[in-house]
């Protein structure tokens, strides 16, 4: 649940995995269906709140591909676009979020209207520069490839990453992993690498710690989204720690979607105790109605993890982040706390 708890808000922090189809306000929904035209299944935020929102440990998969197909369906115009994204800065702002890596799938968000990926990342760039400018926090911008979308998908948008990578610090190779092994995308994903972008690939969420190991193994990526099934393994711990490869926790919607059954059993403290670069982030924080003061919650109050833990996971992020000189630039932010 979303929760504005000054004491959590007043915590400096970071999030380095937040995708943008998750993170769009209900109101605006609302307001950019009415005035697009596009149909929805209720019309006020309440009621639609049933329909955009996982609000429960999921029953089934159908919630939440509902909810994102509606998502999907809001990217209208690249107007939208800046909207959806300034909204989020905003919202990081009003938690003290000082370094936000933002990312998402031109593939797939841009698919039903047929954006331009151009003006619809252009559009994205405009609401940082002014997220920037008025809250003063650091914006980094990750391009998504779907895995689902197949490798061709895949190619064409480190392709096109590549040709702003002035502007894109990195790619994420996300969505479901079994049905879709790393293997089909190890060259897309080096050619990334080689061209000077930074990588992260969304593993071990809901499989076992192999795939992350096979994963490391293959691509070298620098961080790896979730990745919390490594915790069951303590051979794949150690190889993940002596990589220094960094874990994008998200401890809210692994419980959401059963990735761990209860919330007081999330290996986000062990990992952290066990010298693993672990950080706390919110992953799709309207869709899966969190926020980041409430991983920060979960990691303190549920999972006992201290503020220095905590400090020291935003520390992580910093020297992990694809923005080249967020340490440098923010570092005393996070010195200490508590
Ligand atoms: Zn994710």
């Given at each position: 649940?979303?929760?504005?708890?000054?004491?959590?808000?007043?915590?400096?922090?970071?999030?380095?995995?937040?995708?943008?189809?998750?993170a769009i306000r209900t109101a605006t929904?609302?307001?950019?269906?009415?005035?697009?035209?596009?149909?929805?299944?209720?019309?006020?935020?309440?009621?639609?709140?049933?329909?955009?929102?996982?609000?429960?440990?999921?029953?089934?998969?159908?919630?939440?591909?509902?909810?994102?197909?509606?998502?999907?369906?809001?990217?209208?115009?690249?107007?939208?676009?800046?909207?959806?994204?300034?909204?989020?800065?905003?919202?990081?702002?009003?938690?003290?979020?000082?370094?936000?890596?933002?990312?998402?799938?031109?593939?797939?968000?841009?698919?039903?209207?047929?954006?331009?990926?151009?003006?619809?990342?252009?559009?994205?760039?405009?609401?940082?520069?002014?997220?920037?400018?008025?809250?003063?926090?650091?914006?980094?911008?990750?391009?998504?490839?779907?895995?689902?979308?197949?490798?061709?998908?895949?190619?064409?948008?480190?392709?096109?990453?590549?040709?702003?990578?002035?502007?894109?610090?990195?790619?994420?190779?996300?969505?479901?992993?079994?049905?879709?092994?790393?293997?089909?995308?190890?060259?897309?994903?080096?050619?990334?690498?080689?061209?000077?972008?930074?990588?992260?690939?969304?593993?071990?969420?809901?499989?076992?710690?192999?795939?992350?190991v096979d994963t490391i193994r293959k691509?070298?990526?620098?961080?790896?989204?979730?990745?919390?099934?490594?915790?069951?393994?303590?051979a794949a711990v150690a190889f993940v720690?002596?990589?220094?490869?960094?874990?994008?926790?998200?401890?809210?919607?692994?419980?959401?979607?059963?990735?761990?059954?209860?919330?007081?059993?999330?290996?986000?403290?062990?990992?952290?105790?066990?010298?693993?670069?672990?950080?706390?982030?919110?992953?799709?924080?309207?869709?899966?109605?969190?926020?980041?003061?409430?991983?920060?919650?979960?990691?303190?109050?549920?999972?006992?993890?201290?503020?220095?833990?905590?400090?020291?996971?935003?520390?992580?992020?910093?020297?992990?982040?694809?923005?080249?000189?967020?340490?440098?630039?923010?570092?005393?932010?996070?010195?200490?706390?508590?």
């Amino acid at each position: 649940m979303q929760n504005f708890d000054p004491f959590y808000n007043n915590l400096p922090k970071t999030e380095i995995h937040c995708h943008l189809e998750g993170a769009i306000r209900t109101a605006t929904i609302l307001e950019i269906a009415r005035e697009y035209g596009l149909k929805l299944p209720a019309w006020n935020v309440e009621a639609l709140n049933s329909h955009v929102r996982v609000l429960e440990q999921m029953k089934d998969l159908q919630t939440v591909l509902d909810a994102f197909a509606i998502a999907q369906a809001s990217f209208t115009a690249p107007a939208v676009v800046e909207r959806v994204a300034y909204e989020l800065f905003e919202d990081a702002h009003r938690q003290n979020v000082r370094l936000f890596e933002v990312r998402f799938s031109p593939d797939w968000a841009f698919r039903t209207h047929k954006l331009d990926w151009d003006e619809g990342l252009q559009a994205l760039l405009r609401a940082k520069a002014r997220a920037e400018r008025e809250f003063g926090m650091l914006i980094g911008i990750i391009a998504i490839t779907s895995r689902g979308l197949g490798v061709e998908s895949c190619q064409r948008t480190v392709d096109w990453a590549i040709g702003w990578k002035e502007h894109i610090q990195g790619i994420d190779l996300a969505d479901g992993e079994r049905a879709n092994p790393i293997d089909l995308f190890i060259k897309p994903v080096w050619k990334a690498k080689d061209a000077g972008l930074k990588v992260t690939v969304h593993s071990g969420e809901d499989t076992p710690a192999s795939f992350v190991v096979d994963t490391i193994r293959k691509v070298s990526p620098e961080r790896i989204g979730h990745g919390i099934h490594i915790s069951d393994d303590p051979a794949a711990v150690a190889f993940v720690r002596q990589a220094g490869v960094t874990l994008e926790v998200n401890p809210w919607s692994n419980y959401l979607t059963h990735s761990v059954e209860r919330i007081e059993d999330h290996p986000l403290k062990r990992l952290f105790d066990e010298g693993v670069r672990v950080t706390i982030n919110s992953d799709d924080p309207e869709l899966l109605d969190t926020n980041l003061n409430n991983e920060y919650r979960i990691a303190h109050e549920v999972l006992g993890m201290s503020l220095e833990d905590i400090a020291q996971t935003n520390r992580y992020a910093l020297e992990a982040s694809f923005i080249p000189d967020a340490l440098d630039r923010l570092g005393s932010h996070f010195a200490a706390i508590g």
